[in-house]
């Protein structure tokens, strides 16, 4: 992979998710990047994400309908997304890896990994 020129605000929005365990949408980046680049526009941060996305630094969660959210841990592991309130938060749980073999059972190419969503209603939205 091609190294790339260093940029202060590229490292601020790194920075900023690694904070973040809601994981933001680009709107949400953009207004805390710029408390420290008040110059910044959107734009840039949504190159920025999108260049440390494919690079593997960040994910990009892609929920369907709303915003995609970005999340700091790029490491594997899965998320939950609430029906009601659309909030994205990361589901502690054991590894599905299993998954892959069961894939490749009845595949002629090669299944090298996947990506899955848990959906439902979160903690705060459902019924009592």
Same mark, same amino acid.
């Given at each position: 992979m091609q190294q790339l020129k260093y940029s202060r605000q %590229?490292? +601020?929005?790194?920075?900023?998710?690694?904070? %973040? *365990?809601?994981? =933001?949408?680009?709107?949400? #980046?953009?207004? &805390? #990047? %710029?408390? !420290?680049?008040p110059n910044i526009s959107l734009g840039t941060v949504y190159r920025n994400l999108s260049l440390l996305s494919e690079r593997g630094e960040i994910m990009k969660i892609s929920t369907g309908d709303g915003p995609d %959210?970005?999340?700091? &841990? =790029?490491? =594997?592991?899965?998320?939950?997304? @609430? *029906? *009601? @309130? !659309? +909030? #994205?938060m990361d589901l502690e749980m054991e590894s599905i890896? !299993?998954?892959?073999? *069961?894939a490749n059972a009845n595949f002629n190419g090669i299944v090298e990994g996947h990506m899955a969503y848990f959906y439902g209603c979160c903690e705060n939205c459902k019924p009592n």
């Open positions: %590229r490292e +601020s929005i790194k920075n900023f998710l690694m904070t %973040r *365990k809601d994981h =933001p949408t680009a709107d949400v #980046v953009y207004t &805390n #990047v %710029r408390k !420290e680049y %959210r970005f999340d700091g &841990n =790029p490491l =594997p592991h899965y998320h939950f997304i @609430c *029906k *009601k @309130c !659309e +909030s #994205v890896d !299993e998954i892959n073999e *069961k």
